[in-house]
């Protein structure tokens, strides 16, 4: 037994001297831009969750809701109570709406308010929730999303969700993580649940 205790702690010293000499290398202060993908559940969840981080370490978030605007949303009541601003689209899921035209302005409305938070260098976080859709189906300029990405305040970071993300915002992204579905309740026919997904 002793044997196994000395072997496992010289493992776990070596790990923690590759752990150290790379957190010491790693000293640029900078925002970061985040993109959370997949076709998995749980990319807004995450996003939310770091929302909550930001506020609960006394920081200032901002976030923007693309497609899920018409929605019960517990993140938005809850958040919205300690001051986070929301810019919401407010016309659902693209599905329903079934209206091009109308689904364009709703976007180009909010992202003028988005574009608002990532000038402003007091919010330290905005979640843009859903800007891939609104890229894919080009309601959104790719361009003049990158432009606002790139000119954003230096130490403001930006999380980016949704299925499909392009390529260019990828490459742009400091942090690329993607949700893959294994197995999804709704598939069993399990209907969506207050406080659980929404």
């Not at 000499?21 to 559940?41: D, F, P, S």
Request: with cysteine.
């Amino acid at each position: 037994m002793a044997d196994k205790n000395e072997q496992h702690k010289k493992r776990q010293q070596k790990v923690k001297s590759e752990v150290d000499a790379r957190i010491a290398e790693a000293q640029t202060e900078q925002g970061v831009l985040q993109v959370i993908t997949g076709n998995g559940k749980g990319k807004s969840t995450s996003g939310f969750g770091t929302v909550a981080r930001c506020v609960g370490h006394g920081q200032k978030a901002a976030v923007v809701q693309f497609i899920k605007g018409l929605w019960e949303c517990g993140e938005r009541n809850l958040l919205a109570q300690v001051g986070v601003p929301f810019a919401v689209m407010e016309t659902g899921f693209t599905w329903e709406t079934q209206n091009r035209e109308a689904d364009t302005q709703a976007a180009q409305q909010t992202w003028q308010q988005a574009k608002v938070y990532l000038q402003d260098s007091s919010i330290d976080l905005v979640l843009l929730d859903e800007l891939t859709y609104m890229i894919t189906y080009d309601y959104l300029d790719l361009d003049e999303v990158l432009v606002a990405l790139q000119s954003r305040p230096p130490m403001q970071s930006v999380i980016i969700t949704g299925r499909g993300v392009h390529r260019r915002l990828t490459e742009l992204a400091d942090t690329v993580s993607e949700v893959r579905n294994v197995k999804h309740a709704f598939e069993a026919g399990i209907k969506a649940r207050a406080g659980f997904d929404y």
